[in-house]
């Protein structure tokens, strides 16, 4: 079981990025899902989270309204559309997939986690 999440880079700010996190080996079509994001010497946060059906999200506070998670059940795939993005939104972004069919800002509530990828905005 894999979560491979791409679409990271170094963009300036104001850009936009779009992440995105395909899972193999399995369906996580019933699951929540979350990204996570680990900023340069400070812990794992969470940022955004989407129910297995995709009709609760919710976002950290400082991407409200910047960010938008969403899924493709189909696909077993999610993504973050991430705009207008800022310096302080460097970070290590990870997917990871919730043990239940909601999503969780609690960390210890997920099973699967993806590798991470990297994004850096410049200023």
């Known amino acids: 079981v894999q979560l491979q999440a791409s679409g990271g880079g170094l963009v300036q700010a104001g850009a936009s990025l779009r992440l995105s996190c395909a899972a193999s080996g399995r369906t996580f079509s019933n699951n929540g899902m979350g990204w996570f994001r680990r900023p340069p010497g400070k812990e794992r946060e969470f940022v955004a989270g989407?129910?297995?059906?995709?009709?609760?999200?919710d976002y950290v506070d400082s991407v409200k309204g910047r960010f938008t998670i969403s899924r493709d059940r189909a696909k077993n795939t999610v993504y973050l559309q991430m705009n207008s993005l800022k310096p302080e939104d460097t970070a290590v972004y990870y997917c990871?997939?919730?043990?239940?069919?909601?999503?969780?800002?609690?960390?210890?509530?997920?099973?699967?986690w993806g590798q991470g990828t990297l994004v850096t905005v410049s200023s």
């Open positions: 989407i129910s297995w059906n995709g009709g609760f999200t």
């Open positions: 990871a997939a919730a043990r239940g069919g909601s999503y969780s800002k609690d960390r210890s509530l997920y099973s699967y």
